[in-house]
Each structure stands twice: as structure tokens, then as C-alpha cells.
């Protein structure tokens, strides 16, 4: 199975992806999501110039070598450019292992453990009124796992108290059914995350997501010891040994990776099986950033481990209207009845691009907001 062709594509039906599509000699196509939210064009070249031409002449049905190529051979490992391109030909060459196999992902992967995926979705607001309407529209769908940020992440800057009053508020008015998740997107010093997962306590969080930075991992041993509130972390891993000591010391109760981020399929599926035996879940990342060939891969690996928590939900026809669905056909879908994600069971990820409705929708420089404290000095977004 020579690859013949490497190729990336950018397109914007909505927001910026960066796709990886590889075709082989006899004529098959395999899609991988090396989407790096604010920095696609530094992926996009290091896949043009430095990626692609390697790839070409390789033999696609031997994954775990091109993973090991392109992240030891080439002395430069991990980082959020590299292992944001090695995610996205990692994506593709199981698409593609599955298409020449004629099965799903997610059978090469060990076969189905469950049914579905159960998802969380995203109702935070500024205000209690306004999370509890939007969680109580997703009960209506189905879905009974909700992130309900107060305010944070675009609107106010972290505020401990309004955070602690605020979800504690919500937990009242939904009352003890549904599992709440707040994000901190690592903005609290140690000190103010002791105080937001123990004021949270009676609040029963299903999980706190990154309440601290991800640079200095010892700081979640101090946090651990402090509360109860169970902990989840991993959107910023660009390396898949950074989880070690979190998982190692069960220091998080769940692995949050994003498989564009961390060394796609074949990363995130060792370090769900590490995991495994230290009792950790996963909660893979799915945020709208990841392109919807991201989301059927985190998918496909969902229901293949005997691990999994519960998966992030972007239902990107609600967010970007029907642009996606004129460049990707195909892919993961909820099933209201159960609040769960399932992809189809068709060869390789069960996703295609359309390439030509793709070059339509250009790219546009974008990224996050540039966030500061009140007084000037930088903050983490
Ligand atoms: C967030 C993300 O979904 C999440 O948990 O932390 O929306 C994050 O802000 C983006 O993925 C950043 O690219
Ligand atoms: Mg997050």
C-alpha cells in the first residue's frame, strides 16, 4: 500500500482546519485532522515542506513505523506544530489501514465496547438564567453531561467567587441528576484552584478541567491533596510522555488529549491502555477546533477501550451552520435517545472530504483572543 500522494489542505467552512489527505498507488484516499487553532499555516508548512515529500513512497500499512519516523527518526519530536502534523498522517493511515481492510477504525482498534459515546456539551453564559436554559435545552436532547462555566472562558476573567456562588447556584436549580463540568482553561494560581475545587465539593463536579497551567504538572500533586473534586487535564498535551506523571500518580481522574494534538489514533490509544491501569478515564478534547475527521477519530477509539469516560460534543451544524456539512460528509452523529456519539460502520473512519467544496471556503488568519489582567500583565487565555 505505497503511498502515491501527500497532500495538505486548508480550508474555513466556518473556522480554519488543516487536513491530511494521503492516497496510495491503487487509488485510495485516507482524511486526518492536523487542525493547531491560531497557527494552522505553521502546520500547513511544516506538512508542505518537511512531511509530505517523506511521506510519499512509504508503505501506508505500516503505521506505528511512520508514527515512530516522524517522531523519533526526525531528531525533532512533540510540540504543537510537529505533533499536530504527525496526528493528522497518523489519522489518515488508519483511515486508510480500514478502507484496505474493509472494516471501521474502530474494529482494527479491538472492536466495539460500547454502544455509544456519551457526550458533554457546552452550556456555559454569563449568567445562572442563562446556563440553566441552556442546560435544560440539552437535557432535552438528551444530553445530561454539562459544562457549565459561569462567565469563563470569553467572558469575565477568572473570578473565584462568581465561579464557587455561581455553579453552585446552577447545581441547585438543575438539581442532583446531571453531570456538571467547569473548565478553568488553567487560569487559577494554585491557591485560587484549592479554593474553586473545594468550594465545589457540594456541587458533585463530574470533573474540574484544567484548573492549573500545564507547565509544572508536581503543582496537580498539591491540588490532589486538597480536595475531592475529581480532576481532568490534557487539551494541551503535544507530546503523549507528558501525561505520565498525571496518570502515573493518579493525580487526574481524567485524560482530556486531543487526538490532533497528541500523536493522533495510535497515541491516544497507548495512553488510554496506560491509563487503564491506573484507573483513569478519558474525556478526549472535542472542542469546535478540532475538524469534524478529529472528532470520528476520537470517537472510533471511544468505543474500542474499555476505559472511556465521556467525550467532549461540538455539534458544528449548530455553531457553523451547513458549511461543514458541504466539506465533510459522513462522520460522527448523536443519537438523542442515549446523549451519545457513534460513527458509522463503514471502512476506515467513515468520514470524507470534498475537496473541491473545500478550496471554496478560504482560509483567513484567526486566533484566540490575547487576554490581560486589569492592571496590563498577560494572562492564559
Ligand atoms: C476548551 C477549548 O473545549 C475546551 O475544553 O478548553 O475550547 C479551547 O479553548 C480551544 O480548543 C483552544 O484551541
Ligand atoms: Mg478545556
Redesign the pocket.
Known amino acids: 500500500m505505497e503511498i502515491r500522494h501527500a497532500d495538505v489542505l486548508l480550508t474555513r467552512p466556518g473556522r480554519n482546519y488543516v487536513l491530511v489527505r494521503l492516497e496510495t498507488a491503487d487509488g485510495l484516499v485516507g482524511w486526518g485532522d492536523a487542525t493547531l ?2 497557527r494552522e499555516k505553521a502546520v500547513e508548512a511544516a506538512l508542505d515542506h518537511h512531511i509530505c515529500p517523506e511521506l510519499e513512497g512509504r508503505d501506508a500499512s505500516r503505521v506505528e513505523d511512520v508514527w515512530q519516523y516522524l517522531f523519533r527518526g526526525t531528531y525533532w519530536r512533540g510540540g504543537p506544530v510537529l505533533n499536530s502534523a504527525l496526528s493528522g498522517v497518523d489519522m489518515a493511515l488508519w483511515d486508510l489501514k480500514g478502507k484496505a481492510a474493509g472494516v471501521p477504525v474502530h474494529d482494527l482498534l479491538g472492536g466495539r465496547t460500547r454502544e455509544y459515546a456519551t457526550v458533554y456539551t ?1 452550556c456555559g453564559a454569563e449568567t445562572v438564567d442563562d446556563i440553566v436554559d441552556s442546560a435544560e435545552a440539552a437535557l432535552d436532547r438528551g444530553i445530561d453531561h454539562l ?1 457549565v462555566n459561569v462567565g469563563d ?1 470569553s467572558g469575565q476573567y477568572l473570578n473565584v467567587d462568581r465561579v464557587v456562588d455561581g455553579v453552585s447556584e446552577v447545581r441547585d436549580r438543575l438539581g442532583p441528576a446531571p453531570e456538571l463540568i467547569v ?1 478553568v ?1 488553567g487560569r487559577a494560581s494554585p491557591r485560587e484552584a484549592r479554593r474553586i475545587a473545594t468550594g465545589l465539593e457540594p456541587a458533585d463536579l463530574f470533573f474540574l ?2 484548573p492549573l497551567r500545564p507547565e509544572n504538572k508536581d503543582a496537580f500533586r498539591e491540588l490532589r491533596q486538597a480536595t475531592t473534586t475529581p480532576l481532568a487535564m490534557g ?1 494541551l498535551f503535544t507530546n503523549p510522555w507528558e501525561m505520565r506523571p498525571l496518570v502515573e500518580e493518579r493525580l487526574v481522574d481524567f485524560l ?1 488529549v ?1 487526538l490532533a494534538h497528541v500523536g493522533g489514533i495510535t497515541a491516544a490509544k497507548k495512553l488510554a491502555t496506560v491509563a487503564e491501569h491506573h484507573y483513569v478515564e478519558t474525556a478526549f ?6 475538524s469534524p475527521v478529529g472528532q470520528a477519530a476520537s470517537v472510533h477509539v471511544d468505543r474500542s477501550i474499555p476505559n472511556f469516560g465521556v467525550q ?1 460534543y461540538t455539534d458544528y451544524t449548530e455553531v457553523y451552520g451547513d458549511a461543514v456539512a458541504d466539506v465533510f460528509q459522513g462522520g460522527a452523529t448523536l443519537d438523542e435517545s442515549v446523549g451519545g456519539l457513534d460513527v458509522p460502520d463503514e471502512p476506515g473512519l467513515g468520514i470524507e472530504v470534498d475537496r473541491a467544496a473545500a478550496r471554496e471556503y478560504d482560509y483567513e488568519r484567526s486566533h ?1 483572543p490575547t487576554v490581560r489582567h486589569d492592571d496590563g500583565s498577560v494572562a492564559d ?1
Open positions: 487553532n491560531g457546552h459544562r472562558p473548565d482553561h478541567e484544567d487539551e482530556r486531543d478534547h472535542g472542542p469546535p477546533d478540532l467532549e484566540l487565555w
